[in-house]
């Protein structure tokens, strides 16, 4: 198996020496060659050192985690969040793909991210460039906390697909995995659940309408309740709105009309 070098940027003691062991006693193709206490220390790990894996933590006296993005773009090193930070972040992390452990780590996660992040590296510069490009959305959007536009879909091949929100008309769950729809009549699936995206889409405009359907009111052509409460999307595709859901639904077809109307 291939090996990653790895270090733990973390400012409490306790959180560095817990994901060390961690690490140590479950993912063998961890290599740890460093750990530091702030982002100041992490810069100079990343420069002296071969980095492929960093597991960061965001909140942080000083500079915050976000600010060592740059570096570890500039030396090519996978980042992996290790937080209990805000909602923000977290859609913002989710949308772009980026792997995050939430605190207290499950080991069982961190053996997952840990797998995907040497599936990472292994890949192609492509690869390498996604994730740059990722990561540079993510600190232009967390930086000035303007509006989450782009979602990244992970293709199955070790990359992703960048995806505007507005492409998106509606997603279907199959299972474990997510169907969505697109504009350009493209159909990408993704092994997430559906109510994963529920965090990350907008609230004002995805509304879910059924326990296997999320749709964007942008493509919302008509709806009526003659058979249950059934909607036609513009793309011609008909959906049920789950009883339990459509109080909900129209209530977000107002809010929707009434946002639309005052533009």
């Known amino acids: 198996m291939l090996v990653l070098n790895a270090i733990i940027v ?35 790990l990343l420069q002296e050192n071969e980095v492929d894996l960093v597991f960061l ?12 993005i ?14 209990a930070f805000d909602q923000y972040a977290l859609r913002a992390i989710k949308a772009n793909a ?28 492509l690869a390498q460039q996604q994730n740059r490009e990722q990561l540079t959305m993510l600190a232009g959007y967390l930086d000035d906390r303007s509006e989450i536009r782009k979602l990244s879909l992970p293709n199955g091949q070790g990359g992703y697909t960048i995806v505007d929100f507005d492409d998106i008309i509606n997603i279907e769950a199959d299972s474990n995995y997510s169907v969505f729809y697109l504009n350009s009549k493209d159909k990408i699936t993704v092994a997430k659940v559906l109510k994963e995206y529920e965090g990350i889409l907008p609230e004002s405009k995805f509304v879910r309408v059924h326990k296997s359907s ?22 011609g595709v008909k959906i049920a709105v789950s009883r339990r859901r459509a109080s909900e639904f129209a209530e977000k077809v107002k809010s929707y009309t009434n946002l639309k109307s005052d533009k």
């Open 70 to 83: 740059p570096t570890a773009i500039q030396n090519n090193a996978h980042v992996v969040f290790t937080t």
């Open 57 to 68: 933590d965001i909140a942080m006296p000083g500079e915050n985690g976000f600010e060592l």
């Open 10 to 44: 973390d400012d409490e003691e306790f959180a560095r020496s817990s994901l060390y062991f961690l690490l140590q006693e479950n993912c063998e193709n961890i290599h740890l060659t460093g750990i530091a206490k702030s982002v100041s220390e992490a810069r100079i």
């Open 214 to 235: 999320m749709i964007n009111l942008d493509y919302l052509q008509e709806y009526n309740s003659k058979n249950g409460l059934e909607l036609t999307l513009k793309s």
């Open 98 to 125: 980026l792997d995050y452990l939430l605190k207290p780590i499950d080991i069982d996660e961190l053996k997952e991210t840990v797998n995907k992040a040497t599936r990472l590296v292994e890949t192609n510069k």
